[in-house]
């Protein structure tokens, strides 16, 4: 098949979890036999190739701004797309929905991975939560189908919209990293320090991370991976900790994320809004033992492999933090546990395998 895949800031990655998410399943379906376009943003991926493992790197416009980038471009690769003869496009982000409108004129079958529940997040102002909300309902009318990656994001959809979805989870990283430049660049040591990745947000609590490691007694750092590109005011307030052991290092990709992935004593993932979230599974992947908010979609990954805090409660999460730092043979259970769990449920062949049935069945291939 002649695949396209949009909606994303393109490959290879450097920003999030759609972007690795792609990265995976584009170079998998290209060793499976497809042709596979994926198209990036110009102010995001400077690639000078034609192809990345095999994957057409197709680089277009966009327009840097919180509320317009992610569908400028969409609509620019909408309409780029419209002139190239793919057998499926497969698009990112509920976002996106009207301009699937684009290659369905031209008969094409588009398949949508609707995300989370981005109405919900704190940086969107009233416009932004209607016209995602919005974008809801055209997901399960524009598209030929659309696919969800957590199971709580399904029942929504089904609930508010009777919209059958095709459920498709996150896949998890396959092995560790054995090198360890990004931890002697940040003067890191094996299991010397608590991890957290996210996307610097409100609703991703970073905050409370930062004041609930403050108050508790160890000589472990607290590592904090990521960035935001528009929550500077947000990301300052964070940087003020007087606390010595919190380090910031911003975004690291590739195999130095794998690196502190593969490192961490125990990682945090303290996010409430959305689905699946990737970094959570990769965490997983890398043989962690995970604690979480206590919201439903971390349930449901984590299942009783991970610990939970009292969702947004700062003084249950020092005090699990303090467990697991006093009790690091906890930590190590935890850690068997949540390997044999991931592998059973979160394998990327396998995830691969059933987007490339899914397409078949759009393209009656």
Sequence with gaps: MKIAIMGIRGIPANYGGFETFAENLATRLVSLGHDVTVYGRSNIIDYPEEYYKGVRIK????????????????????????????????VCNSANALFTLIPRLTR???????DGLEWKRQKWNWAGKTFY????????????????????????????????????????????????????KFNLNPDD???????????????RVVRAFERVKTDKKLVMVGDAPYSTNYI???????????????????????????NAYF?????????????????????????????????????DTGLYFSRNDD?????????????????????????KHVRSKYCWQRITEQYEELFKKMTKV
Excluded at 193 to 207: D, I, K, T, W
Aim: with cysteine; charged share 20%; hydrophobic share 40%.
């Design 59 to 90: 680089i277009l416009p966009t327009i840097s701004h919180k509320y317009l980038d992610t569908v400028a471009h969409t609509f620019v690769c909408m309409l780029n797309s419209f002139f190239i003869n793919y057998d499926v496009v497969f």
């Design 108 to 114: 094409k079958p588009v398949v949508l991975n609707v």
């Design 133 to 184: 909300k919005v974008s809801e309902f055209l997901a399960t009318v524009i598209p030929n189908a659309i696919v969800t990656d957590a199971l709580d994001v399904q029942r929504y959809y089904h609930n508010k919209f009777k919209k059958q979805s095709t459920f498709i989870p996150y896949g998890a990283p396959e092995e560790k990293a054995t090198t360890k430049d990004i931890l002697h």
């Design 193 to 207: 320090y608590v991890l957290y990745v996210s996307r610097m947000e409100p609703e991703n609590n970073a905050h």
């Design 236 to 262: 300052a307030n964070l940087k003020k900790t007087k606390d010595p052991r919190i380090l910031f290092t911003g975004y690291v990709f590739g195999h130095g994320y794998k690196e502190l992935q593969s």
């Design 267 to 303: 990682y945090i993932q303290a996010t409430e809004v959305g689905g699946t979230h990737p970094a959570l599974v990769e965490g997983m992947g890398y043989g962690n033992c995970v604690l979480a908010n206590d919201v439903p979609e971390h349930h449901e990954v984590l299942g």
């Design 315 to 339: 003084v249950d999460l020092t005090e699990k933090m303090q467990y697991l730092l006093d009790n690091p043979h906890v930590v190590q259970e935890r850690r068997a546990m949540v390997l």
